[in-house]
């Protein structure tokens, strides 16, 4: 079982991007998903996350009214819709599920998720 994420490249300020998060071996549908972001020199921070058959979904503040997380369950994927950018948007972008013990979605996210992607890179230049 695995997570994949793709669709990170460069763009420039203001603009968008959609990653992706491919589920392998299991379906997403049945579990909570987040997506996460480690900002050179910082710290990996947890950024949306969407509980299994996506009852609620969450936010930080600092996405809230420029991302959205979404899933298509017929594709076993999940997808995280980036409006907006700024330069301080630029990580690299992980997906996680709590595949493992289903402990959900609790803010900033990260203990409950133990299945993780390796991440894609997202630059805005500005």
């Known amino acids: 079982v695995k997570v994949v994420e793709s669709g990170g490249e460069m763009v420039q300020a203001g603009g968008s991007l959609r990653l992706s998060c491919a589920a392998s071996?299991?379906?997403?549908?049945?579990?909570?998903i987040a997506w996460f972001r480690q900002a050179p020199g910082k710290e990996r921070e947890g950024i949306s996350c969407?509980?299994?058959?996506?009852?609620?979904?969450n936010y930080v503040d600092s996405v809230k009214g420029r991302f959205t997380i979404s899933r298509d369950n017929a594709k076993n994927m999940v997808y995280l819709q980036m409006n907006s950018l700024l330069p301080e948007d630029t990580a690299v972008y992980y997906c996680?599920?709590?595949?493992?013990?289903?402990?959900?979605?609790?803010?900033?996210?990260?203990?409950?998720?133990?299945?993780w992607g390796k991440g894609t890179l997202v630059t805005v230049s500005s």
């Open positions: 996680a599920t709590d595949y493992n013990y289903g402990l959900g979605c609790h803010p900033p996210f990260e203990n409950g998720m133990d299945l």
């Open positions: 071996g299991f379906s997403l549908e049945y579990y909570a």
């Open positions: 969407t509980s299994s058959r996506s009852l609620s979904t």
